[in-house]
């Protein structure tokens, strides 16, 4: 069946760092693959997505690419800031309509 | 203000004692859905709609009913909860698809004893 794979955290990284958190996926056919973001105490809100292989969604300063060959969509930001601290969610979507999320990971940044 | 809302925002039922949370989009949205999170297992998906009329199941519905009378209303009904459904329930909605951007509601914290 379809899955996503999160690196566990929680992450705590130093503000202006680099950050990467993995995201790898198991689906059949070709899935759009999403990174949301979940700020404490709030909804999840969508942050990047790609709906094909080599698309390389971004927003904000994030970046992610779609990689077939490695079934990856690594979520990464060269320089992050105390305001980027929330819950990162990696999700899919397949043909069926049906949405699978990660476990998401916990980002502190602190200054 | 285009919207997701969620009512009630905080329940603590009992066993047994048949609930409904509301969801009521503004934006007109074909698309709605609801997920339940828990620590450790992050979202998963209960049931979701496509458009009035039509439902279908998600990953972990058992449990739970839903309907979808109007396009702006979704509830979700937990006709005889258990504690194993004691979560953080959020309801979704987008244009006419998932792959579109998913807007979430503020969240409801159910908990049952």
């Known amino acids: 069946g379809n899955s996503v794979t999160q690196m566990e955290g929680p992450v705590t990284l130093s503000e202006e760092a680099f950050l990467t958190i993995n995201c790898t996926y198991t689906a059949t056919g070709y899935p759009s693959l999403f990174w949301y973001v979940q700020y404490p105490g709030e909804g999840l809100q969508l942050l990047l997505k790609a709906t094909k292989a080599d698309d390389k969604g971004s927003n904000k300063g994030f970046e992610a690419t779609y990689r077939k060959e490695t079934t990856s969509f690594h979520l990464e930001k060269g320089s992050v800031q105390v305001s980027d601290s929330a819950v990162y969610f990696c999700?899919?979507?397949?043909?069926?309509?049906?949405?699978?999320f990660g476990t998401g990971t916990s980002l502190t940044v602190i200054p | 203000e285009a919207q997701v809302t969620q009512n009630p925002r905080y329940l603590i039922t009992v066993t047994g004692k048949k609930l409904t949370v509301t969801c009521s989009q503004n934006m007109n949205h074909e698309y709605m859905s609801w997920y339940r999170q828990d620590p450790g297992l992050g979202l998963r998906q209960i049931y979701y709609s496509m458009n009035v009329e039509v439902t279908d199941k998600g990953d972990v519905p058992e449990g739970y009913k839903v309907s979808r009378k109007e396009k702006r209303n979704f509830p979700l009904i937990l006709e005889s909860p258990s504690p194993n459904q004691t979560s953080l329930y959020f309801c979704?909605?987008?244009?006419?698809?998932?792959?579109?951007?998913?807007?979430f509601g503020p969240g409801t914290r159910l908990l049952v004893l």
């Open positions: 979704a909605s987008s244009l006419t698809s998932p792959q579109e951007t998913q807007y």
């Open positions: 999700a899919l979507i397949d043909t069926g309509n049906q949405f699978y």
